[in-house]
């Protein structure tokens, strides 16, 4: 029998690897400005029409390459930027497994122009499916100008599974922000269809920011950003912050390590906790946070696609970055003092002197009342056993205890005493209000708080959950419909949601080109704040892709709960507060919201003892 071995021609082997590094129009935009940058060009045109679809170009006044670089650029594993392993683990420069270029090469048409500043003539170059189809000198700037046609043209597997053009555009767009943030020294040009777009002068990293941003959001960012920086031993942290009075739905939060743009949840929640009592629930800072790193203290990002990096040291990085911002913060007269308190906070925030203060807008119904039966789908009738409830609460507990790391919440829970139980038929079942946040009431091993907004969160959250999974839906009108601006982002977003909103309650029609009405909403929710819930859905749902069923369906109900919640400050009934426990109760786990944070603590019958001591 023959041997049955055969080594992949380049072409295939360029086409699997294109499936790694070229998912989408958005990467080949990633690549190819990042191959200009390292070229050490200071002005990057970047040309697109049809999202990418028909054409990607990108036109550099850098380096440029001579005759045998540009025809060894496509091959593949070649790269002028490592030599060896070692290089691998020190390396700052973009790119560096010398993939990118064959991939694009392999599944697409592209047309290369370049010309190195001390040669005459450059070169042309065209190849299409990894075939060279022409080489020939020709006159060009200094540079070098890639063009990329028909992506995927031999691929159709890979041109069926790219989404709308409209959400294609907003990858391009956020991977050209991602790149544009860090590279404030150089110019930048996006066009899209022959129109001018972005025009990005050279600047400084805060005019750049402005001028990214304030195009997107009604709100300026000029003065919204605080400088931060740190020095230490770990890592450099440079950057600016929002203020907190400017928090917002739609924030822009941006990390960067060694120039390259980073997601990391950890160092997230170190940055939003620093604003924790300074912004109301549901808005968000606004960050463009910058760290400077031996790049060996951080796992060599390997794969070009991913965005996920792995610090030696998260913790203390995680300290420095939090202890950073909220200096940063307190600097600024704006850190809660010692004995803070978050409704006052909330009703006098105190500003800098001569900062600017827009009208606080309200979107909450002041008369809504949550616990309208008409409205909160029917709980089922349990007999209620305090005892039962008390002991899966304990249990419950302990389980979530692993959990609650994961969400890295920093939250003082009270010890909890798992012989006593929680009978309350014994003695008066009385509920108190403190501070309009947490409900108080007596059971046998002591005093149970609760926070009232967390519990009602919980709770709306479960029961809403339960319903859309069995699909019975059911939608109020407004009876005065309001109308949504957005921008293009978030236009193309909506329309994607639209199917799915409708599902759950919502109504939902386009005006002109940006503009939408809602005539309905789900039911559980108060109409007054439709526009402002929409928008949120739109935002935070952003980054789930659309065919993750479940994960859209969660994050739209966690929205919509969170939004419902009764607030904090708001006084209840002792019939409100009473009903609001039995459900909370109901749910399976009544010990943390849906994102991590305490629902219910107690004090001990012997803490209070030990007070009178
Ligand atoms: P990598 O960037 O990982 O080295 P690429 O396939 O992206 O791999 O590029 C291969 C090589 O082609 C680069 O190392 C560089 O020498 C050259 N090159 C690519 N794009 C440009 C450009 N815009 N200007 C100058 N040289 C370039
Ligand atoms: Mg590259």
């Known amino acids: 029998m023959s041997d049955i071995i055969n080594l992949l021609p380049d072409s295939v082997a360029n086409q699997i690897a294109a499936g790694e590094v070229i998912q989408r129009p958005a990467s080949v935009v990633k690549e190819l400005m990042e191959n200009s940058i390292d070229a050490g060009a200071t002005l990057i045109k970047l040309i697109i029409k049809e999202s990418g679809n028909t054409l990607i170009q990108v036109i550099d006044n850098g380096k440029g390459m001579s005759i045998t670089d540009a025809r060894m650029s496509f091959e593949r594993h070649a790269t002028s930027k490592i030599k060896g392993a070692e290089d691998l683990f020190s390396l700052r420069t973009m790119g560096f497994r010398g993939e990118a270029l064959a991939s694009i090469a392999s599944v697409a048409q592209v047309e290369m122009r370049t010309r190195r500043e001390e040669d005459e003539l450059g070169t042309f170059l065209e190849i299409a499916g990894s075939k060279v189809f022409k080489q020939e000198p020709i006159q060009t700037n200094k540079g070098t100008n890639i063009a990329v046609k028909s992506l995927f043209f031999n691929v159709p597997a890979r041109r069926r599974f790219l989404k709308s053009r409209t959400t294609e555009m907003m990858h391009i767009r956020n991977e050209f922000y991602r790149i544009v943030l860090v590279h404030p020294e150089i110019q930048f040009e996006l066009f899209e269809d022959d129109n001018e777009t972005i025009l990005l002068n050279e600047s400084n990293l805060k005019i750049r920011i402005e001028n990214v941003f304030n195009r997107l959001s009604k709100r300026k960012i000029d003065q919204q950003l605080l400088p931060i920086k740190n020095e230490s031993q770990i890592l450099n942290i440079t950057g600016f912050v929002g203020r907190p009075e400017f928090a917002q739905k739609n924030a822009q939060q941006y990390f960067f390590v060694n ?187 002591g005093l149970m708080l609760i926070h009232q907004h967390r519990a009602h969160f919980r709770v709306l959250f479960d029961q809403l959950l339960q319903k859309y999974s069995s699909s019975e839906k059911t939608s109020q009108q407004v009876l005065f419909p309001e109308t949504i601006e957005l921008n293009v982002n978030e236009r193309e977003r909506l329309l994607e949601l639209l199917p799915k909103l409708e599902n759950i309650g919502f109504e939902i029609k386009r005006e002109t080109e940006n503009s939408f009405t809602i005539n309905g909403v789900p039911a559980e929710f108060e109409v007054s704040s439709a526009v402002s819930l929409l928008r949120d859905i739109i935002l935070e749902t952003e980054e789930i892709e659309l065919d993750a069923e479940e994960i859209l369906k969660e994050k739209i109900v966690y929205i919509l709960a969170k939004k419902s919640a009764i607030e904090t400050g708001r006084i209840l009934t002792n019939e409100e507060m009473s009903k609001l426990i039995e459900e909370l109760f109901i749910c399976k786990n009544h010990t943390y919201t849906p994102d991590g944070k305490t629902i219910i603590s107690l004090i001990g019958v012997n803490e209070i003892t030990r007070l009178f001591a």
């Open 259 to 445: 120039n390259r743009y980073m997601r990391h949840p950890y160092f997230h929640k170190a940055v939003t906790m620093a604003y924790e009592n300074l912004i109301k629930y549901g808005e968000n800072p606004s960050y463009f946070i910058y760290f400077d790193i031996n790049p060996e203290l951080i796992d060599v990002n390997i794969h070009p696609t991913k965005t996920e990096i792995k610090f030696e040291d998260e913790r203390a990085v995680w300290t420095i970055l939090h202890a950073t911002v909220k200096e940063v913060l307190g600097k600024f007269q704006i850190a809660p003092s010692l004995d803070f308190d978050r409704e006052e906070m909330l009703d006098i925030p105190v500003l800098k002197q001569g900062t600017q203060i827009s009208q606080p807008k309200t979107n909450f119904n002041p008369s809504y009342n949550p616990f309208k039966s008409t409205t909160t789908p029917k709980t089922q009738k349990v007999d209620f056993n305090w005892d039962k409830l008390y002991n899966d609460f304990t249990s419950e507990n302990k389980q979530t205890e692993e959990r609650q790391l994961d969400f890295q919440t920093i939250e003082s829970n009270t010890d909890i005493d798992t012989q006593t139980n929680l009978d309350l038929s014994e003695e008066r079942k009385d509920f108190f209000q403190l501070k309009k946040t947490y409900i108080i009431t007596n059971v046998k091993s």
